[in-house]
């Protein structure tokens, strides 16, 4: 195992014994300590968004349309206040509304009504939306942006594991090929990443759709949709070429180009020519002399690339009209349907803080700094 | 600065720089000619202009050039007008009023049928409305009545939206029953000289007629039409100087201010450092895309204010982590220890001894940063959170994708401004990348 090659005996920790515990030890304590940081992060940046957004005081509106909505609905069905005229209701439900907004502290200086705003967006409690409704009919935001985290979370995975398996197999082999044809065609084609996915989706769209007709212009399935599960996975899976293709030309050839770099600059190290003298063969030196030391370079540049990405998937699954978490923020910019608006931000910020930790954690796995207890001193 | 400059010149060693100078340089004198041609007011003005305007453009024309590409060639437009053409007008007294002719008489050489076909009149009359026949003469010499009718002061006749000359014409849309060829399927114009006359009959002395004939083809200037008539050259002009100075503002504020922070956090170390190196985290799980558009959903959608917002949310990007890295190593120098021997204070040392180091690291960042942010004005438009009354790329490729141009083949819609955008992004990052491998010693020849 690369794990016990790589725990000196003279770091060892001294109460445990076994290099595997001590290593696993770390990685916890690492993982730990970033999810904790993590959480944290996420607290300040939620925070952060519920100020923007109330600036305007557009949390306060959704927060006094729910009040309101939940007293009509209470009262106005109520057979007690039956005999009541329009007007005198109307001066009640008003009265409880006022009551109300002053039990939830609407009242309260800012500052305090902030602190309680954030826990509602963190669990993204934020009532109803004003005019979009979940596909199983309900208008409550948790439940619609529920919905649409699926197919976000399924093409953006797919697009990602695409990209980052394709680029390190590519650009290995790229650095043994250092300065062939490829090696100048891809350092040629790295300028285009400048274009973000969404825009080669355009052309995509163009040749594979409107030119050609091979490939549907968006949506997730077919219309209606295949009743068979196997049909179902082949129509999801077509409509899953054009978006995902987008997103993979969008950065692969940045990613291959300066991977590629990052090898070629590692397998000029000493202890590379070592191993070439000591012969061993090119898949060993390159999988454990190479690969090895620069992961964790790789993953961080990584990290970098894939948080700009989701950015770029808001538009993506407009462009494809994928029925995700990026169109639906589409269709309420639209509708000005704020509660969903500010949902999706805290989201998004979500899932970037997930994305984040789901890549300290890899970090920690290959980094063998944070095995060896060197701290998680990151480059 | 001298090792700087000869580093610089170095870049005509790479083809791919050169070919992306030009780029540059090409889009700078586009920008220029847009801003000295058309200024900010008339540029915007034209933009936001309705039917009033356009209205002798064609809808959804495709650019001219696409005829240079095909072997059917798609009519242009054409605008004939009496009143600035006098030569076409006769005046003959009759009665108490006038006779007018008016004969419009032009060539048509082309395989397409036009879009529509249009008279404008302008009518002085005091009380009697005078009367006016239309006839259309084809190159065989065939006459076809077009109409009759009376025109109000200001008024338009629409040929093509004629129910009784489209039955006189044998039930065809009345462009084709004009311009086709008799007998022959299917259905092809007829090349040559046309003549549409106007004879105006008026009853009082003074009453005059003037008419404006518009044939509206399927191909227009440069760049085309989009929906609404508009010339989309106003667009693509003037989308020029807003994209590279949003790119431009955007790549400097971002990079400037990102750099002092982390010679700042770095020289002061401790507890400075740790704030700025937080602050970082949490920018980098902001979502930016989402927050610029609660804020132009919610304050204004102006390109300033996101230009604002994007400078600021970026001050603590993740470039940070790069610049800290590089500073770490040169707050150790001798030449730092030097200065604060001699009583540097920290100002000093930061702006003058610090900062300079990394220039030349900065600068290929800078350039590969500009296209990004041209993007991101692109990608807001495509939200639908483009600037309300600028013109630009986004704002296009909005319009086209709104109105389903790639499903309904108006491809050159989206083309035009993508290819700029593309020219842009292309340009600036290939400098941006010859300059990264001049400036980064350790790729130097890889």
Known sequence: ?379 | MRTFLRNLSEIKNYPSAIAGLVVIVALLVVAAYALIALPYQEAIRLWRAGEGVWEDYPRLARPSWVNLFSAIKLPDTKVLNSATQPETKTVKPFGEGRDILINFTFDYPYDGFPQDLIVYFQVKFESKQPHIDMRWITPDGREIVVGQFSPRRSDSFRITQDERLRRRVGDIPVQEGLFARPEVTPLTPLKGKYTFQVNAITFEPDSDVDAKFVIYGQVYGLAGTDHRRRDLMVALLWGTPIALAFGLLAALGTTLTTMFIAAFGVWFGGIVDSIIQRITEVRLILPLLPILIMVGTFYSRSIWLMLGVVIVLSIFGSAIKTYRAIFLQVKESPYIEAARAYGAGSGRIITQYLVPRIIPLLIPQLVVLIPSYVFLEASLAVLGLGDPVLPTWGKIIDDAQSNGALYNSYYYWVLQPAALLMLTGLGFSMVGFALDRIFNPRLRGL
Not at chain 1, 183 to 189: E, K, P
Request: hydrophobic share 50%; charged share 15%.
């Open chain 1, 1 to 379: 195992m690369a794990e016990a090659t790589l725990t000196q005996p003279g770091v060892r920790a001294p109460r445990i014994s076994s290099p595997l515990l001590t290593t696993l030890n770390r990685v916890l304590k690492y993982t730990l300590t970033r999810l904790v940081a993590l959480l944290l992060t996420v607290v300040v940046g939620v925070y952060l968004t519920v100020l923007i957004a109330n600036m305007g005081g557009y949390v306060d509106k959704i927060r006094s349309s729910q009040i309101r909505e939940q007293v009509g609905a209470q009262y106005g069905m109520d057979p007690q206040f039956r005999l009541l005229t329009k007007e005198e209701r109307e001066a009640l439900i008003n009265e409880i509304v006022a009551a109300e907004e002053k039990r939830l502290g609407l009242d309260r200086p800012f500052f305090v009504r902030s602190l309680s705003y954030l826990t509602t967006a963190m669990s993204l409690n934020l009532g109803r939306a004003e005019h979009l409704t979940s596909d199983s009919g309900s208008s409550e935001v948790r439940r619609i942006i529920l919905e649409r985290l699926p197919p976000t979370l399924l093409l953006f995975t797919t697009a990602n594991m695409l990209l980052f398996f394709g680029s390190i197999f590519f650009a290995l082999s790229l650095s043994r090929r250092y300065g062939s044809i490829i090696d100048r065609l891809v350092i040629a084609l790295a300028p285009t990443s400048a274009a973000p996915g969404w825009f080669y989706g355009i052309f995509l769209i163009l040749i594979f759709a409107a030119l050609l007709g091979v490939l549907p212009f968006g949506g997730m399935v077919a219309a209606p949709p295949p009743a068979q599960p196997l049909a179902y996975a082949l129509s999801l899976l077509q409509h899953m070429i054009l978006p995902v293709m987008a997103l993979v030309l969008g950065s692969v050839f940045l990613n291959i180009y300066q991977w590629r770099t990052f090898f070629l600059i590692y397998s000029s190290e000493d202890y590379v020519d070592m191993a070439k003298a000591k012969g061993l063969p090119a898949r060993t030196i390159e999988r454990r002399y190479i690969l090895r030391p620069t992961l964790p370079t790789i993953i961080t540049s990584f990290a970098l690339l894939l948080i700009s990405l989701w950015t770029g998937a808001i538009i993506l699954e407009t462009v494809f009209n994928w029925p995700g978490l990026g169109r639906l923020l589409y269709r309420a910019i639209g509708l000005y349907d704020t509660p969903v608006i500010v949902g999706s931000t805290v989201i998004y910020a979500y899932l970037l803080a997930i994305t984040v930790f789901l890549l300290d954690f890899i970090y920690a796995l290959v980094d063998p700094r944070v095995k060896v207890g060197g701290g998680g001193q990151k480059p």
